[in-house]
């Protein structure tokens, strides 16, 4: 069956520290996978996306995540975190329904905390 | 501007009443669902729809309608609300096809007493 797991439930680092969020998915087909953030009391918002192509992807603020087909991975990695970056990090993998409608399965999400 | 939004942004309600949430996009999408958050479950797709006046249930539709009377608007109905309930609602758009990303509003936090 799909799914996405990420293993850690919560991640502290100290900011200025690098940092990577895990993210494995299980899907037969070509995966597009996503990176959302969600702030304290907000709505998610979109990090990046991978759909196809360069295996390393830049999203905002900058994030990157690395696809790999062969580990069925899409881990997130910044540099050096901000304490700013305190928040919750979900991965999602876009699933086909039928042949024009798609849905989203999420992680159960990872929340990191920077220590300042 | 915010692309998406959702009324109330919080509500009590309570066990066997009837609750509505309100979803609204701007985005111009076909897509739109309704998510629920629950700590240690992540979100879960409840229902969603890609045209109007036609709702899918989603994973978790048991105890829930859904009504999209256009484009932009997009509502979740308990009928008979139940403690199980209380939970954080989420709508998102999506052009799912051409893209396929979700955009999401900034949620309803629902409490049944």
């Known amino acids: 069956a799909q799914s996405v797991t990420q293993p850690d439930a919560r991640v502290t680092v100290s900011e200025g520290a690098s940092l990577q969020l895990r993210c494995k998915y299980s899907y037969s087909a070509t995966p597009y996978l996503f990176w959302y953030v969600q702030y304290p009391r907000q709505g998610l918002q979109l990090l990046l996306k991978y759909y196809s192509g360069d295996p390393v992807v830049q999203g905002v603020n900058s994030f990157e995540a690395e696809f790999s087909k062969s580990n069925s991975s899409f881990h997130l990695q910044k540099a050096s975190v901000h304490w700013s970056d305190s928040a919750v990090y979900f991965c999602?993998?876009?699933?086909?329904?039928?042949?024009?409608?798609?849905?989203?399965?999420f992680g159960l999400g990872t929340t990191l905390q920077v220590q300042p | 501007e915010a692309a998406v939004t959702q009324s109330p942004r919080s509500k009590v309600a309570v066990t066997g009443g009837k609750v509505t949430l309100s979803c609204h996009q701007t985005?111009?999408?076909?897509?739109m669902y309704w998510y629920r958050q629950d700590t240690g479950h992540g979100l879960r797709l409840i229902h969603y729809s890609y045209v109007a006046d036609s709702t899918e249930k989603g994973d978790i539709p048991d105890g829930y309608k859904a009504s999209r009377p256009s484009q932009e608007n997009f509502s979740l109905i308990l009928e008979l609300a139940s403690l199980s309930q209380t939970a954080v609602y989420f709508c998102a758009s999506s052009d799912w096809g051409s893209s396929y990303e979700q955009y999401f509003g900034p949620g309803t936090r629902l409490t049944v007493l």
């Open positions: 985005n111009n999408h076909d897509y």
């Open positions: 999602a993998l876009s699933l086909i329904i039928t042949g024009n409608t798609g849905k989203l399965i």
